[in-house]
């Protein structure tokens, strides 16, 4: 496995890290809840070192998935959180105010089963708390130690911009893959430029790269019904497959690393094998 810093200040990493979406099966039909567990275990065992996860991912279940099976590893992964989804019984919504986030990080400790958490991201901005109180809450999380480095998602390059102005923000993480560059235009060159660690998400286009049979009818609650490769019905001629998926990130200036779901202990060997492949080629 080949590590990198994530940013200048960041913890090290390895370049493929286990996103952890799928893991809370909700959204993702096919997932089998033993295999699941297996598949974090195979994660470790294979050198990924990069945890990523949020409270909303299966409302809980993604980040008490990764506390279960992890703790005993606790200090030799980095584990990767988020705050600013909230939800109830009928509905969800966005928020970062102070006391949300003070609660959201204590509820992520928890069913983390851990003290600390090594990078705890802002999922998405809320358009509505000031983004100087956003980041004085952050900054006092690590002041204290509870967690170690604030990252963002989904930011804007003008978010962006002020955010590192006022926290410490040593990684973005945004959606990258070969059929969607648009983080080329510049959100990537900000991050490079300002020695910024850049996470690309669904790095397989929430499986479509990977070739992923998809029946829209089986599942209501399917995720990649809002993907637009799935809405513009080009799913149907994607070629090339994951290796070749995996190859464009890993070749890509400015990016660290890439998470990716993986709910099958055979989908972490395959696509531990194709890094591996790359970088003793
Ligand atoms: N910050 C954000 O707002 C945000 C948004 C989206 C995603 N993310 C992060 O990025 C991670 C990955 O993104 P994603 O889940 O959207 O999409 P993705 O990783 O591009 O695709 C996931 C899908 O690919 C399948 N897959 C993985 N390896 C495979 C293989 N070797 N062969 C065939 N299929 C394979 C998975 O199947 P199985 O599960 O069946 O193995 C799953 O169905 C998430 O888990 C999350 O951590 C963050």
């Known amino acids: 496995m080949v590590y990198r810093l994530l940013g200048e200040n960041g ?45 909303f991912y299966g409302r809980g279940l993604s980040e008490e998935r990764i506390g279960t099976v992890l703790s005993s ?50 999922h998405w901005y809320d358009q509505k708390t000031p983004l100087l109180e956003v980041s004085k809450t952050l900054q006092e999380l690590k002041r204290q130690g509870v967690i170690r480095h604030i990252g963002v998602c989904n930011f804007s390059v003008g978010l962006l911009a002020k955010a590192v102005k006022w926290m410490d923000v040593v990684s973005v993480q945004t959606e990258y893959n070969l059929v969607n560059r648009k983080a080329e235009e510049e959100i990537l060159p900000f991050c490079q430029k300002a020695s910024i660690g850049f996470l690309a998400y669904s790095p397989l286009a929430q499986g479509f790269l990977a070739g992923r049979a998809f029946d829209p009818q089986s599942y209501v609650k399917d995720v990649r019904k809002h993907h637009p490769l799935y809405k513009t019905g080009q799913w149907r001629q994607i070629t090339g497959g994951k290796e070749e998926a995996f190859r464009f990130l890993l070749r890509a200036e400015g990016v660290t690393a890439f998470l990716v779901s993986m709910t099958k202990p055979s989908h972490v060997r395959e696509n531990v094998e194709i890094v591996e492949a790359f970088f003793s080629s």
């Open 11 to 55: 913890p090290r990493v390895s370049v493929i890290g286990y996103g952890g979406w799928a893991l809370g099966e909700e959204g993702w039909p096919d997932v089998e809840s033993l295999l699941a567990l297996r598949s974090l275990e195979e994660a470790f065992d294979r050198g990924i070192t990069l945890y990523d996860t949020a409270p």
């Open 73 to 122: 590893v606790r200090k030799q992964i980095v584990i990767a959180t988020k705050c600013g989804i909230q939800w109830d019984d009928s509905r969800i919504w966005l928020s970062l105010s102070r006391d949300d986030i003070l609660r959201e990080v204590e509820d992520s400790l928890r069913r983390l089963k851990t003290d600390y958490i090594d990078l705890y991201q802002v």
